[in-house]
């Protein structure tokens, strides 16, 4: 057995009195894919945080190459050939592409000057490693979530490292694009890369990983290879239990339309028309690009649109911004939690009220307990930690930030909840969770229109999927017509080449 490239053993690190890892270990070879997995909260980022220096372990051993080093800032991780793709971005939205990739490393003339004509060339270079195409005089922040991940990525893989992390990376990709991305995964396993694989989406594991390492509330539980372990053996590793179909839910019989979008559009958008009934889920699929969540914003009102109506259980509603769209009945958590869904900084009650402080108003003033009361309510529904209700916002693991992203929308209870990729980044027993929320929300009369680049859960939640293409509504396919190959062929253009009828109007 080849030596370990990469050994992890004995890491416990505490954050007060909560212990986060408890005597955990890794090792992971050259030229080898070792998949991390567990659910939000098992350790698996703060593990991270530790090789990538960014926080100090409490105890243990770091060892590279059979020799112990110490890791006490990125920079000593760079040193020692790490480089780590964090699920979240980490880049620079007002710069360009090529800016962004040259950040920390820019070259300079013979005079000390910024070689310009250089940086735009690296920028080529290292987009075309990785066959993204991508042009990298375009500010970073006007490329959608997915564009700026590629980016992000090709900065990573530039830097040669012989250990390559790689944080949930196609959470934002589509099918296309995390093709591509398994392609340089390949790539530099066969070049004698070591990769440590952090994802929550099973098929991609297996199809990637050579072992798998499995974490559960802080501490390890086990690794095997890939030929040793089923999907099943990994699920009750990581939650402790078996998990059926996540996407097992009993017909629900649609009511009265609540939301009614007609021939809305905006520059490159639409025009798009459908419905939304109460007790009803709908599913917006197409590639990434494809104007889903640009459509969703026209409605919420966060972008204006140039044409068309919406109106919700009836009544107009043509919002200027989206506190207007609130007031009408409208709820929407964005793809982007931390960019646009949250406060960071701001704790994770007034996270969680600040869209329904309205209607805790009596005299002008806002009854602060029955607030709380009303928080706790939710976060114990969504299973968030009581204890975590004055932490601010950025404390939370990832899937719990989302939690609370929804739990804002149950708080104000609204009619109409759009969601977009609203399982981004989370493990798969808060997968279930929140599908299971879905159906309970859609059971209570909600009209819910999700927004996934996942086309299992696309399709498994919903009770009809509309396929985006080019800023346009392409096809409507009911649930029991909505298959991936169905999806994918009219999400890039081999079916109808236009709306063939008017979704969502069906008696």
């Given at each position: 057995?080849?030596?370990?490239?990469?050994?992890?053993?004995?890491?416990?690190?505490?954050?007060?009195?909560?212990?986060?890892?408890?005597?955990?270990?890794?090792?992971?070879?050259?030229?080898?894919?070792?998949?991390?997995?567990?659910?939000?909260?098992?350790?698996?980022?703060?593990?991270?945080?530790?090789?990538?220096?960014?926080?100090?372990?409490?105890?243990?051993?770091?060892?590279?190459?059979?020799?112990?080093?110490?890791?006490?800032?990125?920079?000593?991780?760079?040193?020692?050939?790490?480089?780590?793709?964090?699920?979240?971005?980490?880049?620079?939205?007002?710069?360009?592409?090529?800016?962004?990739?040259?950040?920390?490393?820019?070259?300079?003339?013979r005079f000390g000057v910024l070689d310009r004509g250089r940086v735009l060339r690296d920028a080529r270079e290292k987009l075309a490693?990785?066959?993204?195409?991508?042009?990298?005089?375009?500010?970073?922040?006007?490329?959608?979530?997915?564009?700026?991940?590629?980016?992000?990525?090709?900065?990573?893989?530039?830097?040669?490292?012989?250990?390559?992390?790689?944080?949930?990376?196609?959470?934002?990709?589509?099918?296309?694009?995390?093709?591509?991305?398994?392609?340089?995964?390949?790539?530099?396993?066969?070049?004698?890369?070591?990769?440590?694989?952090?994802?929550?989406?099973?098929?991609?594991?297996?199809?990637?990983?050579?072992?798998?390492?499995?974490?559960?509330?802080?501490?390890?539980?086990?690794?095997?290879?890939?030929?040793?372990?089923?999907?099943?053996?990994?699920?009750?590793?990581?939650?402790?239990?078996?998990?059926?179909?996540?996407?097992?839910?009993?017909?629900?019989?649609?009511?009265?339309?609540?939301?009614?979008?007609?021939d809305i559009e905006a520059t490159g958008l639409g025009p798009a028309s459908f419905q939304v009934r109460a007790g009803e889920v709908?599913?917006?699929?197409?590639?990434?690009?494809?104007?889903?969540?640009?459509?969703?914003?026209?409605?919420?009102?966060?972008?204006?649109?140039?044409?068309?109506?919406?109106?919700?259980?009836?009544?107009?509603?043509?919002?200027?911004?989206?506190?207007?769209?609130?007031?009408?009945?409208?709820?929407?958590?964005?793809?982007?939690?931390?960019?646009?869904?949250?406060?960071?900084?701001?704790?994770?009650?007034?996270?969680?009220?600040?869209?329904?402080?309205?209607?805790?108003?009596?005299?002008?003033?806002?009854?602060?307990?029955?607030?709380?009361?009303?928080?706790?309510?939710?976060?114990?529904?969504?299973?968030?930690?009581?204890?975590?209700?004055?932490?601010?916002?950025?404390?939370?693991?990832?899937?719990?930030?989302?939690?609370?992203?929804l739990a804002r929308w149950l708080l104000r209870d609204s009619p109409v909840m759009i969601l977009d990729e609203p399982t981004r980044?989370?493990?798969?027993?808060?997968?279930?969770?929140?599908?299971?929320?879905?159906?309970?929300?859609?059971?209570?009369?909600?009209?819910?229109?999700?927004?996934?680049?996942?086309?299992?859960?696309?399709?498994?939640?919903?009770?009809?999927?509309?396929?985006?293409?080019?800023?346009?509504?392409?096809?409507?396919?009911?649930?029991?017509?909505?298959?991936?190959?169905?999806?994918?062929?009219?999400?890039?253009?081999?079916?109808?080449?236009?709306?063939?009828?008017?979704?969502?109007?069906?008696?």
């Amino acid at each position: 057995m080849d030596k370990p490239l990469l050994e992890l053993t004995g890491i416990t690190k505490r954050f007060g009195a909560t212990l986060a890892l408890n005597d955990v270990r890794l090792d992971l070879r050259a030229g080898e894919v070792l998949a991390l997995m567990g659910e939000n909260g098992a350790g698996k980022s703060t593990l991270m945080k530790i090789l990538a220096g960014n926080i100090q372990r409490d105890a243990g051993s770091i060892l590279i190459d059979g020799q112990p080093v110490e890791i006490r800032s990125p920079r000593d991780a760079r040193a020692q050939g790490i480089a780590i793709i964090h699920q979240e971005l980490n880049t620079v939205p007002a710069m360009t592409v090529a800016e962004n990739l040259s950040l920390g490393q820019e070259p300079r003339n013979r005079f000390g000057v910024l070689d310009r004509g250089r940086v735009l060339r690296d920028a080529r270079e290292k987009l075309a490693r990785i066959h993204a195409d991508i042009d990298p005089t375009r500010p970073l922040g006007s490329l959608g979530i997915g564009m700026q991940q590629m980016v992000e990525i090709a900065r990573a893989v530039s830097e040669n490292a012989r250990v390559l992390v790689l944080d949930e990376p196609t959470a934002a990709l589509s099918r296309a694009e995390a093709q591509e991305l398994y392609a340089v995964v390949n790539r530099m396993r066969a070049e004698g890369v070591g990769l440590i694989y952090i994802s929550h989406r099973m098929e991609e594991v297996w199809q990637l990983a050579d072992r798998i390492t499995v974490f559960r509330d802080g501490g390890y539980v086990g690794t095997g290879t890939r030929a040793e372990m089923s999907e099943a053996d990994v699920v009750r590793m990581m939650v402790g239990r078996s998990i059926g179909d996540l996407y097992r839910h009993e017909p629900r019989t649609p009511g009265n339309v609540v939301l009614d979008v007609k021939d809305i559009e905006a520059t490159g958008l639409g025009p798009a028309s459908f419905q939304v009934r109460a007790g009803e889920v709908v599913s917006m699929s197409g590639l990434v690009g494809s104007g889903r969540t640009e459509l969703a914003r026209l409605i919420f009102g966060a972008d204006r649109r140039s044409g068309g109506a919406v109106q919700v259980n009836g009544r107009p509603s043509n919002p200027a911004d989206p506190s207007k769209a609130i007031a009408d009945g409208l709820a929407m958590v964005p793809e982007d939690r931390k960019g646009q869904g949250l406060f960071l900084d701001h704790s994770v009650e007034r996270n969680i009220s600040i869209s329904s402080l309205d209607q805790f108003v009596s005299g002008e003033v806002v009854r602060d307990g029955a607030v709380r009361k009303s928080v706790l309510e939710q976060m114990e529904r969504l299973r968030l930690r009581k204890n975590a209700i004055d932490l601010p916002t950025r404390a939370l693991s990832g899937g719990n930030q989302q939690k609370a992203a929804l739990a804002r929308w149950l708080l104000r209870d609204s009619p109409v909840m759009i969601l977009d990729e609203p399982t981004r980044g989370v493990d798969i027993g808060a997968k279930r969770e929140i599908y299971e929320l879905i159906d309970a929300l859609a059971r209570a009369g909600k009209a819910i229109l999700v927004i996934s680049s996942d086309l299992p859960e696309a399709i498994g939640i919903a009770d009809r999927v509309l396929v985006v293409r080019g800023g346009k509504i392409v096809k409507e396919l009911q649930a029991d017509e909505a298959s991936e190959e169905n999806v994918m062929r009219y999400a890039v253009g081999a079916g109808a080449n236009h709306q063939t009828s008017n979704p969502g109007t069906q008696p």
